[in-house]
């Protein structure tokens, strides 16, 4: 055996002599051969892959279709939903060599979600046009945690096609194999819908000791006991594969050498000491991260390794399937034995040792000590708060950090416990006082009085006078004393409202879908810095009654809305003073938001007549405030696009449904959708101003669907081209021609048309559409984004490439063919 067939880095090869045959193998072969769903979820650099690769070539050599699709690969990661399915049909059409027109079939289901297109896919293609049994493994599934949309009907998708069975008996000839470095729960939040529970794990060991033969074959002819040199290098690595193959093949390069060490000698020197550095290809540092990655969650995984180190005999550290122990297991530092948690192996015991951990809790938070034993208490040690220069340093060091719901706790805790310390050091300080100031009062009244007894008249009056006196300067202490308590009072009243408040806000926000309409609206103003805490809590209550509607709790956002009106009502009682407040802008703006979600609230209870009133209170709020809309004013705002067109939008939807107050309210209506008209116009004119030409493309594609009356379908049909508004065509192409040098627009692109014969291949090669890879006579254009990519590239190059269009219900030929006709009707 040479010196390099020990492979530890990827996947070994289908043919690799040093592979390990392990239980998991026999395991998965039969439950797919058995047509069962299996998984494989385990750690980074366990030998998933390469198990994957020979169970894909027991299956074909048994006559079974396989393919493989890695969700890692950079060509299916940061895409579009519409693309990632798109990229995941396609690999199975070039794996199975299936005769079917990609482009075609994808234009033809246009219409249907991506789940569906998915599904038909393998239903009317794959599994008619390959006979034979078929299985697909998916590799990496993790990968789909970094996604930015969910995919949880994509697993819902794989589910399906084993419920399917009963109906459909073809659905029998297909199986899945899941592989990845995740636990169920990580991958799919409905356990109904999960396939985790219908398919079968595949446990994933490390090599045993009667299983390595392979492995010990290389070391025949080199070392004089080899059995004894396989089982010192099992000791220290505990079998798990890239250790294992990655110490023998140190082991064969030491017995090339004229003193050869030990095995312990050999994974002292060149793997545990100075670590970090000879980590090549990358293994313990992987392991790192995976724990350190989650500043949230790090220092839980950080103790409960400590505590699974630290294991005697009499305290073992019981498996119990917490999200903490299975994230453990899967960075592949703990594994679990007998129901019991141990540190898979010598060599991670000695690199991860308490040095390690108390240095990255050190590194995670510096009061770590107090913060473990006040969680220990379930926050009842009051002791362990923070106080003083301690709090303000955990304070400076938690700005900029991304911390736990129990560490926000605990630092609120002990803001709200030092300024509780700080009111009671103030009310005592001023009892004191009055006590002091009403006992030297007493003592001078009883001394003027016996000195009354022997002084005349007039110097019992002078007495008085000073007894008045001093009185007034007593009672002066006394106001000055109960103004600081009020000062207190205000601090803990301001913490609460900047603080507890938002916070509280957060967590209620984070259980809510990440597409939610109440998620973008409210996400992005969350920490806004608002002067006013009265105005501050107008918000903050309207943002909570916007997210309880979400997750229908009526009752809750009925009570939030409550609150934000009253609070809405405190602020507008002085309006000479609300005029001259500098604050007024922003009290303006929250007044929208507020009323956007009154609005909404009451429209969902069937309150249509109050639910208009919000909506217009909120609309003449914007019609007489311009500032407010204006994309090119230098006034920060609160309030962004999002709930501006929400107010415009629900107004005009609210009055569309009930015919009478369409006919009632019909200029209203109208003046609504003006406005609104008018608000899309200036964000386009505002994108293309400052040259952000994705932007201004997209809004181009809202534009014209707003006015096609398309927005719900979300795209276009040949009637809605061939009618589209002469007179805002001639707009948007005004703006676009007006802002770019003349380089983009609809008149610039029929301009380049006619000059190319009106041939739209020649014209798709002027403008830079023309995909050179597909080449030929195929229309299948370029995408925006790479449209983009060659305008960056060559800034002076490409014109009419943009406005590109992409929201139309057939080609992108046949749009802009269309389009450019509708030019030449409007004359333009």
Not at 219 to 228: I, L, N, T
Not at 751 to 757: G, L, R, V
């Amino acid at each position: 055996m040479t010196n390099d067939q020990y492979i530890f880095s990827g996947s070994l090869p289908e043919n690799a002599s040093t592979y390990v045959t392990r239980q998991a193998d026999s395991d998965l072969y039969a439950g797919l051969k058995a047509g069962k769903f299996c998984y494989v979820l385990n750690s980074r650099q366990s030998g998933k892959s390469s198990l994957r690769v020979r169970t894909m070539q027991r299956l074909r050599e048994e006559g079974v279709q396989c393919a493989a699709i890695d969700l890692s690969a950079g060509g299916i990661q940061n895409v579009p939903p519409e693309q990632w399915y798109a990229d995941l049909i396609d690999n199975l059409i070039e794996t199975f060599d299936l005769d079917v027109d990609f482009g075609d079939w994808w234009e033809a289901n246009q219409l249907n979600s991506l789940v569906t297109r998915f599904r038909k896919f393998l239903e009317e293609i794959l599994l008619v046009e390959v006979q034979e049994n078929i299985v697909i493994f998916i590799d990496e599934i993790d990968s789909v945690l970094s996604l930015k949309f969910p995919t949880d009907d994509f697993f819902a998708l794989i589910r399906a096609c084993y419920n399917k069975r009963v109906d459909n008996p073809e659905y029998n000839r297909l199986t899945f194999c899941l592989l990845g470095v995740a636990s169920p729960s990580n991958l799919i939040e409905d356990k109904q819908r999960t396939p985790f529970n219908i398919g079968q794990a595949i446990s994933l060991t490390g090599f045993q000791l009667h299983e390595i033969e392979p492995l010990a074959r290389g070391m025949s002819g080199r070392f004089s006991h080899p059995q004894a040199v396989m089982e010192e290098i099992l000791y220290w690595t505990g079998g798990q594969p890239f250790l294992t193959q990655k110490l023998c093949q140190l082991m064969i390069e030491e017995s090339l050498q004229d003193n050869p060490r030990n095995v312990e000698q050999v994974v002292k020197s060149r793997i545990i000491e100075n670590w970090e550095s000879q980590d090549e290809p990358e293994h313990l540092r992987t392991i790192q991260a995976r724990i350190l990655r989650d500043e949230q969650r790090a220092g839980y995984l950080l103790e409960l390794y400590q505590q699974i180190r630290l294991r005697d005999e009499q305290s073992e550290v019981t498996a119990d399937d917490t999200l903490e122990q299975s994230e453990l297991q899967l960075s592949g530092l703990v594994f679990r034995q007998q129901n019991n948690l141990r540190v898979y192996n010598p060599i991670y015991q000695e690199v991860f040792n308490q040095n390690w951990i108390d240095n990255q809790l050190r590194n995670l938070r510096p009061y770590s000590e107090n913060f473990r034993f006040w969680v220990a208490s379930e926050g009842k040690d009051t002791s362990r708060l923070l106080r003083g220069k301690a709090l303000e340093e955990a304070e400076a060091w938690a700005r900029d950090k991304s911390l736990s719901y129990q560490d926000r706790q605990f630092l609120a805790a002990s803001k709200e416990q030092e300024i509780q310390e700080e009111i009671a050091a103030k009310e005592q300080e001023a009892a004191l006082e009055r006590e002091r100031q009403d006992r030297e009062a007493a003592e001078y009244r009883n001394s003027l009085l016996s000195e009354a007894n022997r002084k005349a008249k007039q110097q019992i009056r002078n007495g008085y006078i000073i007894l008045i006196f001093t009185v007034l300067v007593a009672a002066m202490s006394v106001i000055l004393a109960e103004k600081k308590v009020k000062e207190a009072q205000e601090k803990l009243k301001e913490t609460y409202t900047y603080v507890a408040y938002p916070q509280q806000l957060r967590e209620l926000v984070s259980k809510l879908p990440p597409n939610s309409e109440a998620a973008e609206l409210i996400s992005e103003q969350i920490d806004i810095k608002i002067k006013d805490a009265q105005i501050e809590q107008v918000y903050l209550h309207a943002a909570k009654a916007l997210a309880y509607q979400e997750v229908e709790d009526w009752k809750s956002a009925e009570e939030s809305i409550k609150q934000s009106m009253n609070f809405l009502r405190g602020w507008k009682q002085n309006q000479e003073e609300m005029e001259s407040r500098e604050s007024n802008s922003e009290f303006l703006e929250i007044q929208i938001f507020a009323l956007n979600v009154k609005g909404k609230l009451l429209s969902k209870q069937n309150n249509t007549q109050n639910a208009i009133e919000a909506y217009k209170e909120a609309f003449n709020i914007l019609e007489k405030n311009p500032n407010i809309i204006s994309l090119q004013s230098t006034i920060p705002k609160i309030i962004d696009s999002n709930v501006i067109e929400s107010v415009h939008q629900h107004l005009i939807d609210i009055l569309n449904k009930d015919e009478q107050l369409n006919k009632r309210d019909k200029k209203l209506r109208e003046k609504v959708e003006q406005s609104l008209t008018q608000y899309l116009y200036a964000q386009l004119e505002y994108y293309l101003k400052v040259k952000n030409w994705q932007a201004a493309d997209w809004q181009t594609d809202r534009l014209m669907l707003y006015l096609s009356k398309r927005e719900e379908q979300r795209f276009l049909e040949i009637d809605n081209i061939n009618n589209f508004s002469c007179p805002a065509l001639k707009k948007i192409d005004q703006l676009w021609v007006a802002n770019s040098d003349k380089r983009f627009g609809f008149s610039v692109q029929k301009e380049i048309w006619n000059k190319n014969s009106k041939n739209y291949i020649s014209f798709a090669k002027a403008v830079g559409w023309y995909n050179e890879k597909i080449g030929g006579e195929n229309l299948e254009l370029l995408r925006l984004r790479e449209v983009l990519k060659l305008i960056k590239k060559s800034p002076d190059k490409y014109r009419g490439s943009l406005p590109h269009g992409r929201y139309f219900s057939h080609t992108l030929y046949e749009f802009h063919s269309l389009l450019l006709l509708r030019l030449e009707k409007c004359n333009i």
